[in-house]
Nanobody
Framework: VHLFESVGVLVQAVDSLRLSCVVS????????VAWFRQGPGKERAYVAR????????YYATSVMGRFTISRDNAKTTVYLHMNSLKAKDTAVYYC?????????????????????WGRGTQVTVST
C-alpha cells in the first residue's frame, strides 16, 4: 500500500483547505485511513480516521467541528477538509493506512495501529 499526500501550501488564518491522500497498491485490503499531524516541536498527533467499509468517521477533539474527513467511493482518495484554519494548525500532515486485523477504538489514535504512511505535506497557516 502506498499513500501520497497533496502538495503543501501556505494559507491565511480563517482560510479553508482540502488535503488529499491518494491510496494505491493493495488498497482493498485497507481497513481505514487516518490523518495525523506534527506541529513544530511537537509529537505527531492523531487528527481523524475513516473506515473503508461503512464510512465510519472519528475525530480528535481538537479538530471536531472544523475538520471533515471523507473519501471517494472508489476507495482511492481520502480528503481532509479544514475550515477556519488557525496558526496552531500549522504542521506536517500525514495520512496512514490501517490493515487487518481491525483496530479497537482506543487504538485509533495510536501511530502503531497504522502500517503504511505517506511522506507528509507541510501546511503553514499565517496570521
Amino acid at each position: 500500500v502506498h499513500l501520497f499526500e497533496s502538495v503543501g501550501v501556505l494559507v491565511q488564518a480563517v482560510d479553508s483547505l482540502r488535503l488529499s491522500c491518494v491510496v494505491s497498491g493493495d488498497r482493498y485490503n485497507v481497513q481505514a485511513v487516518a490523518w495525523f499531524r506534527q506541529g513544530p516541536g511537537k509529537e505527531r498527533a492523531y487528527v481523524a480516521r475513516i473506515t473503508w467499509i461503512g464510512f465510519n468517521i472519528y475525530y480528535a477533539t481538537s479538530v471536531m467541528g472544523r475538520f471533515t474527513i471523507s473519501r471517494d467511493n472508489a476507495k482511492t482518495t481520502v480528503y481532509l477538509h479544514m475550515n477556519s484554519l488557525k496558526a496552531k494548525d500549522t504542521a506536517v500532515y500525514y495520512c496512514a493506512a490501517d490493515l487487518p486485523p481491525r483496530a479497537i477504538l482506543s487504538n485509533f489514535g495510536s501511530e502503531s495501529t497504522y502500517e503504511y504512511w505517506g511522506r507528509g505535506t507541510q501546511v503553514t497557516v499565517s496570521t
